[in-house]
């Protein structure tokens, strides 16, 4: 390979910080010099549609989750855990869809540089790229560039540094889970924060809606009442009056489906608190 000072600019840039395991968020180059254009970010919501043209890099540890904090832009925690198992990727705009993309999964493979393997890896959407490189941009952790390489040379295709990509988006596989929702540290009875998780099937969450389980003289409400995107894939709702618990939640994906959640918030709910349930889909 060689050195940085023989790159382009932008190309040079980038791969210097990489190597200082910058996270995504930090590669400082102007994305107009690197060939970022305006695009449909429709193009990337087909299901197994044909294979698109991307490029790669990676940032954290070279067998790591990606950020130190093993969460990113969209607050999804322990991304070295399952169901994320290190294999989390920042996306550029078309990918993140500005939080509605996080938690959707891509199957990538790369066969152009000498050390790629071809085999096709899946990827989830857990962070924002802020400077992509080229139209679509998968910045992913050390963990997910190294599985693109044949077997022995991880390491070299991570000195690579950039690399040509094919991808398709492809819905999410988690065996054994339920959809998880983390109450955020300060919610209180008339501010609701909520971390939608581990959502199988679709991945991302487009419209989040929340049900009172009565109203405060008594009677049950009946009614949804839409949350607002916070940031990533938190959502809030912000109230004139003390909420009554236990909630329901509905959530409506990218594809349109329907998920809700009955009663899965308690009435003794609890915030940075954890919730799973079972799902009905509509």
């Known amino acids: 390979m060689g050195s940085p000072s023989s790159l382009p600019a932008a190309a040079a840039l980038v791969l210097l910080a990489l190597l200082a395991g910058a996270q995504c968020r930090e590669a400082q180059f102007d994305a107009a010099d690197a060939g970022a254009e305006n695009f449909n970010t429709s193009e990337a919501a087909v299901y197994w549609g044909p294979w698109q043209k991307a490029r790669a890099t990676w940032y954290g540890q070279p067998n790591g989750a990606g950020p130190d904090d093993n969460g990113g832009a969209c607050g999804f925690k322990h991304t070295n855990q399952y169901p994320f198992m290190s294999m989390g990727s920042c996306g550029n705009q078309p990918l993140f869809k500005d939080g509605k993309g996080c938690g959707s999964c891509y199957k990538i493979r790369c066969r152009k540089d000498p050390s790629c393997s071809g085999r096709t890896e899946t990827v989830i959407i857990t962070d924002m790229n802020y400077y992509p490189v080229s139209k679509y941009h998968f910045d992913l952790s050390g963990t997910a560039f190294g599985r693109l390489a044949k077997p022995g040379l991880n390491d070299k295709l991570r000195h690579s540094g950039i690399i040509d990509i094919e991808f398709t988006r492809v819905p999410c596989e988690f065996p054994g889970l339920k959809i998880g929702f983390h109450v955020e540290e300060y919610s209180s009875p008339v501010y609701f924060a909520v971390l939608v998780e581990y959502e199988d099937g679709d991945g991302d969450v487009v419209q ?75």
């Open 208 to 282: 989040v809606d929340l049900m009172e389980s009565k109203t405060a003289r008594g009677p049950p409400t009946g009614r949804w009442a839409p949350m607002r995107e916070s940031w990533g894939s938190i959502w809030r709702m912000d109230t004139n009056h003390r909420m009554q618990p236990p909630f329901s939640i509905r959530i409506r994906n990218e594809s349109g489906k329907t998920l809700v959640a009955r009663n899965v918030i308690p009435a003794n709910w609890r915030p940075n608190t954890f919730y799973r349930s079972f799902v009905q889909y509509s």
